[in-house]
């Protein structure tokens, strides 16, 4: 990856949940010994990260229409989205994730750049996408 061209990136996650609450657990921080752990961190291995960057949605009765109208409003969908929908359709799930990082003199979420992918193996989630690009 080029730090100059490539100076954003994208990773998204996808996952079923039974309820719109059991969902919205599994996104909630939880905290422990003052330190807030969500599960979804525990599971793709990115215990912090800056929720600011971090989009995410549980859609009842899925289809890959429902979730265009959500990403549509992301931040340079633009860019990836013709990618991840054909990613999106072999995956069947009502939950999805995606996370933005940024290299530069404030960086954010910048574990992302080097993210591998992998989840733990009870993990509710499965990282299906990962792009970086130049910020349009």
């Given at each position: 990856m080029n730090a100059t061209s490539e100076n954003r990136v994208v990773c998204v996650w996808a996952g079923s949940f039974a309820s719109e609450?059991?969902?919205r657990c599994y996104m909630a921080m939880h905290y422990d010994d003052d330190d807030?752990?969500?599960?979804?961190g525990i599971?793709?291995?990115?215990?912090?990260?800056?929720?600011?960057?971090?989009?995410?949605?549980?859609?009842?009765?899925?289809?890959?229409?429902?979730?265009?109208?959500y990403v549509r409003g992301v931040?340079?969908?633009?860019?990836?989205?013709?990618e991840l929908k054909d990613v999106i359709a072999r995956h069947e799930a009502n939950a999805f994730i995606?996370?933005?990082?940024?290299?530069?003199?404030?960086?954010?979420?910048?574990?992302?750049?080097?993210y591998d992918g992998r989840c733990g193996?009870?993990?509710?989630?499965?990282?299906?996408?990962?792009?970086?690009?130049?910020?349009?």
């Open positions: 609450d059991d969902y807030a752990k969500p599960r979804f599971d793709t291995g990115l215990e912090w990260y800056d929720e600011d960057f971090l989009e995410s949605w549980w859609i009842e009765g899925f289809s890959t229409e429902k979730l265009e109208i931040l340079h969908s633009d860019v990836f989205y013709d995606f996370m933005f990082g940024e290299h530069g003199e404030d960086p954010i979420n910048k574990e992302l750049f080097d193996r009870d993990a509710k989630v499965v990282h299906i996408f990962k792009k970086a690009y130049a910020a349009p």
